[in-house]
């Protein structure tokens, strides 16, 4: 009985165990912008949320939400409506990596706004 015991307390304590890991995944917050003379791109992280804006001479052509994960240097999006070009164009896995000060996704660098 005593066995038994303790082997249900042990499964529970890894279960909990991997559960906090889980829940630790990597998140992002803030604004990362990359463009040049106003015609690029920002992303805007919130939680698991995050929102990209396409910029044209300083205005906001496009808008998409959705949600990322990031897991061993690769980053994740998936926009909601996945049948426009445009969702189609920023989901998917890109190379990830990350400073204080900026991110990179893919070969672009976005730099972390105030």
């Not at 529970?12 to 463009?35: M, N, P, R």
């Not at 929102?51 to 300083?58: N, S």
Request: a negative charge.
């Amino acid at each position: 009985m005593k066995r038994s015991i303790r082997t249900i307390a042990a499964v529970l304590l890894a279960v909990i165990v991997l559960a906090a890991f889980s829940s630790c995944a990597e998140t992002l917050s803030g604004t990362y912008k990359a463009d040049t003379l106003g015609t690029g791109a920002s992303y805007t992280f919130d939680g698991k949320k995050v929102r990209v804006d396409v910029l044209v001479l300083g205005a906001v052509v496009t808008s998409l939400e959705g949600t990322y994960e990031i897991d061993d240097g690769k980053i994740t999006f998936t926009f909601g409506d996945t049948e426009s070009e445009e969702a189609k164009q920023y989901s998917g896995t890109f190379d990830f990596a990350e400073t204080e000060t900026s991110v990179k996704i893919g070969m672009i660098e976005y730099r972390k706004e105030a």
